[in-house]
């Protein structure tokens, strides 16, 4: 038995050692890619909730997002960067409700930006967030906090989405960028 096992080993060896020096056939050429990244914007403008002294708001945060789909009818033309800027409108219980497009004047005469607007909807739409809840503290007669009341509230935020194509490969990622 061990003389045998002394000649089936070095076989075995050789056998072991050419599955690992094969060589995978390469991929085939894979169609262009679409990619997106975002940021959250806030122009100064938008509109805050003024909070009371003692008052706090917590959530209003996202804990699930679904990156948007580079348009694939626009794969093959590798459309020139196209960013859509989009006000997402959340309700009380922190689902997204709607998604607006803004659309400004060097966005006005690219016919692709539709079709990105719509990829940035379906993927908003389906975002969560955890609800903005505004908690309202009052102290007692020995100085001690405690809640009076809380509710949640509907709130919304404004993001820009960029679709780039380059080298004939188009990008859309989900990585926040700053403005």
């Not at 909730?49 to 590798?78: I, K, N, S, W």
């Not at 079709?115 to 967030?129: G, H, K, N």
Request: contains cysteine; aromatic residues 8%; negative net charge.
């Amino acid at each position: 038995m061990t003389a045998r096992m002394g000649t089936l080993l070095p076989g075995l060896l050789v056998l072991g050692l050419a599955g690992c020096a094969t060589v995978a056939a390469p991929p085939a050429r894979a169609p262009n890619e679409g990619s997106t990244s975002y940021r959250m914007l806030d122009d100064g403008h938008m509109a805050h909730y003024q909070l009371a002294m003692g008052d706090t708001a917590t959530g209003g945060t996202p804990f699930r997002r679904v990156a948007p789909v580079y348009p694939p009818e626009q794969l093959a033309a590798c459309a020139p960067l196209q960013e859509v800027d989009v006000k997402v409108i959340v309700d009380e219980a922190g689902k997204v409700g709607d998604v607006r497009g803004i659309l400004t004047d060097d966005m006005s005469g690219m016919p692709p930006w539709p079709a990105f607007f719509a990829a940035v909807r379906t993927a908003v739409l389906q975002w969560q967030f955890n609800p903005l809840r505004i908690n309202h503290w009052a102290a007692d007669a020995d100085g001690n906090s405690h809640e009076v009341d809380s509710a949640t509230r509907p709130f919304s935020l404004m993001y820009a989405f960029r679709f780039e194509c380059r080298a004939g490969k188009a990008t859309v990622s989900s990585v926040p960028a700053q403005r």
